[in-house]
């Protein structure tokens, strides 16, 4: 590869990195600093900070192991009211009720009432496919772990 833009040698970086106390080693930091200024150009103007902002709130909100748990729960068993999710997660109705309209908020579920109960889903196939994958790769990272084949993956 053809790099384009200025190269400087950063030994002292290195140094540091080596000593590093969170786990940053001298394999995960550049030995030299230098950037590819065409594929930097086309790429700045693609990323929108407002897209980057709302898929940040919706990982953020799957964070949480409770709500990645309703969003389980709700790809495998469909529309759940809330006092099914309650019982699912052990929270109480209030704590389930807050999580769902948490959820709800960012896109991740959807609501409807019928009657006195209130049954939740998940919005769409995109929240079906990202819990789906989610799962897959980490029972994959998980099978991988014991031999090493899952490491360096890029």
């Known amino acids: 590869m053809e790099w384009n833009g200025v190269v400087t040698l950063l030994e002292e970086k290195r140094q540091r990195a080596d000593m590093n106390s969170?786990?940053?080693?001298?394999?995960?930091?550049?030995?030299?600093?230098?950037y590819?200024?065409?594929?930097?150009r086309k790429l700045q103007g693609r990323v929108q900070e407002e897209e980057v902002q709302g898929?940040?709130?919706?990982?953020?909100?799957?964070?949480?192991?409770?709500r990645m748990k309703m969003a389980w729960?709700?790809?495998?068993?469909?529309?759940?009211?809330?006092?099914?999710?309650?019982?699912?997660?052990?929270?109480?109705i209030a704590t389930a009720?807050?999580?769902l309209r948490l959820m709800k908020s960012l896109g991740i579920a959807t609501s409807r009432?019928?009657?006195?109960n209130v049954?939740?889903?998940?919005?769409d196939h995109h929240i079906r496919t990202l819990i789906r994958?989610?799962?897959?790769?980490?029972?994959?990272?998980?099978?991988?772990?014991?031999?090493?084949?899952?490491?360096?993956?890029?």
């Open 22 to 34: 969170s786990g940053t080693s001298k394999d995960d930091v550049c030995d030299i600093v230098c």
């Open 36 to 40: 590819d200024s065409e594929k930097i």
């Open 55 to 66: 898929m940040a709130q919706m990982f953020k909100a799957l964070s949480d192991p409770t």
């Open 73 to 92: 729960l709700l790809d495998e068993g469909g529309e759940l009211c809330v006092c099914d999710m309650s019982i699912l997660t052990k929270q109480s």
């Open 97 to 99: 009720s807050h999580h």
């Open 113 to 116: 009432k019928e009657g006195k």
């Open 119 to 123: 049954f939740y889903s998940l919005a």
């Open 133 to 154: 994958m989610t799962l897959e790769h980490m029972r994959e990272e998980h099978c991988h772990e014991d031999t090493g084949a899952g490491e360096n993956r890029s």
